[in-house]
């Protein structure tokens, strides 16, 4: 059975950083692209940034470009999120997740998610 696991999140006043990683069972998803998703209380999950099984090519929402960074380690089968000057707006439930890295493809593993809490 495949399983995402995130850890990092907490709480953090607003302007400090926070890194989030999430770390997979199974090594084939070194082949995998991973991403990063958020959850506000209310709203619907959004997408925060995405990251192909190389690491050569990264996207991000605009509402953190600039802020936060997506990194991955594929020996450790591991995929970051630095998060810097954090604002009250980021606080959430990160989740983590992964979809095969081909054109179309629908993310179909998720992780439970890790809450960040920014206060201000």
């Known amino acids: 059975q495949v399983q995402l696991v995130e850890s990092g999140g907490g709480l953090v006043q607003a302007g400090d950083s926070l890194r989030l990683s999430c770390a997979v069972s199974r090594r084939t998803f070194s082949s995998y692209a991973r991403g990063w998703f958020r959850q506000a209380p209310g709203k619907e999950r959004e997408f925060v940034a995405d990251i192909s099984w190389s690491g050569g090519m990264a996207y991000y929402a605009d509402s953190v470009k600039g802020r936060f960074t997506i990194s991955r380690d594929n020996a450790k089968n591991t995929v970051y999120l630095q998060m810097n000057s954090l604002k009250p707006e980021d606080t959430a439930v990160y989740y983590c997740?992964?979809?095969?890295?081909?054109?179309?493809?629908?993310?179909?593993?998720w992780g439970q998610g890790t809450q960040v809490t920014v206060s201000s």
């Open positions: 997740a992964a979809r095969p890295d081909t054109l179309g493809s629908q993310y179909k593993y």
